[in-house]
């Protein structure tokens, strides 16, 4: 039995009917080279195999009566693996088009809390053959990182590789706290929390004059402020549905933009989805005069956290200047904004606003995050950011699901109410794939968008290209002083 942390419990909190928080990935593996073909079953061996590998797969949630702590995870006494593994196929002819529809069908369903928050969904019917799958666990496990991690934990770096050792204990399942019991944790916990919010307090006034100090020097601009963001139809009021936008990009054309541009990679995918943004709402006639404003998640995850799950995640407002006109000039303004944020978030301290989480009430976070969704109040204020945008890097190495290849990656992330896009990024094998996924009330054309983002690619690679030399001229030869001599004799 094990408290969930105020960061991760905020997940839960945050969820409405329209807005459910897990994250996501689409798959897609070629079974070509498997001997004797794929099959659901030899998938369904493989997770049985690794879930000692897997900790949060046999986990669920139990929430303190009233709700007066953060819930705790318990190793579920329930648990059944063929509840988690589903499979479904593509109507014909099993294309690209077909299979975003069905993961966006999948991501669009919330998961559920009397089991462990996860399910993987194997899409067969693809063409050529290939295999999808579409996995997705709740945020409160997990975080980009930690996500990967817990992927890659389901994949060998070879098609015939040897199955796991064995865990070193036999797995045992909790039994199920009393109401009681649950409730005399939680008045315990209460008791120490008067300390530890008297040690936050001071580290919150310690960062704020740090944070002062900072943004009065000259040469600091500080990042977006929280709600200065522009309207835009990209921030309303979300329904239950969802859609989905795939695009890759080769991670040497990223990384050549950077050598010629400079900067980061982070800072040209950046650019890359400003590009697309301000492409998408000049074609709809919509273009906000304000920059567009970014949410991109930063992780904290210390070398001693490196293998834990959980969120070790922070984040920085950032300026995507979608109202500078030329390219190279909106790239300067991005990498310097990414500068100041991630500098402003060094001021703060990592521990700052996770040690605040830790004391929110989860009733009144959870009462109020319901009714700011059935209110629909995001429609008659500012939006916090418009859009967020998370770059997870990934390996660069071939993968193998029971022997499958693993050829295509792409990352979904939830929407929160009034954001209707994330863009998540995530590079494997030399790609960067982007997976959009969009509320399509808010994005009516997200595979426009996808192609936005090729579309933006390709400006700056032309903008990070050498001009090309200028052809020599050749002098026009004079005519000889016979040739003159005889002209004007005619």
């Known amino acids: 039995m094990k408290r969930l942390t105020g960061l991760d419990a905020s997940f839960l909190y945050m969820e409405t009917p329209t807005a459910p928080m897990h994250v996501a990935g689409l798959y897609v593996y070629d079974p070509s080279g498997i001997p004797g ?30 709700q007066l702590y ?99 204990e036999e797995w045992k399942p909790d039994r199920v706290p009393t109401d009681l019991e649950l409730v005399s944790y939680a008045t315990r916990s209460l008791a120490r929390s008067p300390i530890s919010a008297a040690k936050a307090t001071r580290r919150t006034l310690e960062a704020a004059v740090t944070l002062r ?31 989905f936008g795939m695009a890759e990009v080769g991670l040497d054309d990223v990384k050549d933009i950077r050598k010629a541009l400079g900067g ?42 490196a293998n834990s799950l959980g969120n070790q995640v922070s984040q920085m407002l950032v300026s995507l200047a979608t109202d500078v006109d030329d390219p190279l000039e909106r790239l300067r303004v991005i990498q310097e904004g990414t500068k100041q944020a991630k500098e402003q978030a060094g001021a703060i301290g990592a521990d700052t606003l996770t040690d605040w989480i830790e004391f929110a009430a989860p009733a009144v976070a ?37 022997g499958s290849k693993l050829v295509a990656w792409y990352p979904m992330g939830p929407l929160a109410e009034a954001q209707g896009l994330n863009m998540t990024v995530m590079s494997y094998l030399g790609v960067i794939y982007f997976g959009l996924v969009a509320c399509p009330d808010c994005v009516p054309d997200v595979h426009r968008l996808a192609h936005d983002v090729e579309n933006a690619v390709e400006e700056l690679k032309k903008a990070a290209a050498p001009p090309a030399p200028a052809k020599p001229t050749r002098a026009k030869r004079q005519p000889s002083a016979a040739k003159r001599a005889a002209r004007s004799t005619r």
């Open 37 to 66: 073909g794929y099959s659901f079953e030899k998938v369904e061996q493989l997770v049985k195999e690794r879930l000692h590998l897997l900790p949060p797969y046999r986990q669920r949630v139990v929430e303190i009566p009233f």
């Open 70 to 168: 953060h819930p705790l995870w318990i190793e579920d006494p329930d648990f059944d693996l063929h509840y988690h593994l589903r499979r479904t196929a593509l109507p014909s002819p099993g294309g690209k088009a077909e299979l975003a529809e069905v993961a966006a069908d999948i991501m669009s369903r919330p998961l559920d809390r009397s089991r462990p928050l996860w399910e993987m969904w194997l899409v067969e019917g693809l063409e050529g053959g290939l295999v999808a799958c579409v996995s997705k666990t709740h945020h409160a496990a997990i975080d980009g990182a930690s996500g990967v991690d817990l992927t890659v934990g389901l994949l060998d770096l070879e098609p015939e590789a040897p199955p796991p050792p064995p865990p070193e």
């Open 213 to 243: 100090r900072r943004n009065r020097q000259p040469d600091v601009k500080a990042p977006p402020a929280p709600f200065s963001a522009p309207r835009t139809s990209l921030n309303q009021a979300l329904t239950p549905r969802r859609s």
């Open 264 to 305: 980061t990679v982070n800072d040209i995918v950046l650019a890359i989805c400003a590009g697309a943004l301000r492409e998408y709402l000049n074609e709809r006639d919509e273009h906000p005069d304000r920059p567009l404003v970014a949410m991109c998640p930063i992780s904290v995850r210390t070398q001693d956290q």
């Open 366 to 402: 959870a009462r109020a995050a319901r009714l700011y969704s059935r209110t629909q109040t995001s429609n008659r204020f500012r939006p916090i950011f418009n859009v967020t945008i998370s770059n997870v890097p990934g390996p660069q190495v071939p993968l193998y699901m029971a």
